[in-house]
Nanobody, 123 residues
Framework: QVQLVESGGGLVQAGGSLRLSCAAS????????MAWFRQAPGKEREFVAA????????YYANSVKGRFTISRDNAKNTVYLQMNSLKPEDTAVYYC????????????????WGQGTQVTVSS
């Protein structure tokens, strides 16, 4: 079992920055992929970014490429999402997720989920 706890959400003006953290505990390993998804009211959960625990493989949604950066600190068992140049359309609940094996774009492929953290970007 893997437990994930997100933090770092909040309210920010457009153009601002936030950094989300996802602390993992339990049986994680180098073969795991960790991802961030987001879900806005009335919309489906969408992929934001993913990274392999062992490093070397990073993926971004086109909508955040160049503005968001995913990273991990293996010593702290923590994955981060640095979000810059935030836009009102980035407003959503952001979820950390994990799965063993290959990267997946579909939220249904992820076995482990955090509780989510709200990000609100005002215009």
């Amino acid at each position: 079992q893997v437990q994930l706890v997100e933090s770092g959400g909040g309210l920010v003006q457009a153009g601002g920055s936030l950094r989300l953290s996802c602390a993992a505990s339990g049986r994680t390993g180098s073969s795991y992929f960790m991802a961030w998804f987001r879900q806005a009211p009335g919309k489906e959960r969408e992929f934001v970014a993913a990274i392999r625990w062992s490093g070397g493989s990073i993926y971004y949604a086109n909508s955040v490429k160049g503005r968001f950066t995913i990273s991990r600190d293996n010593a702290k068992n923590t994955v981060y999402l640095q979000m810059n140049s935030l836009k009102p359309e980035d407003t959503a609940v952001y979820y950390c997720a994990g799965r063993a094996g290959n990267m997946a774009w579909d939220a249904r492929e992820y076995s482990y989920w955090g509780q989510g953290t709200q990000v609100t970007v005002s215009s």
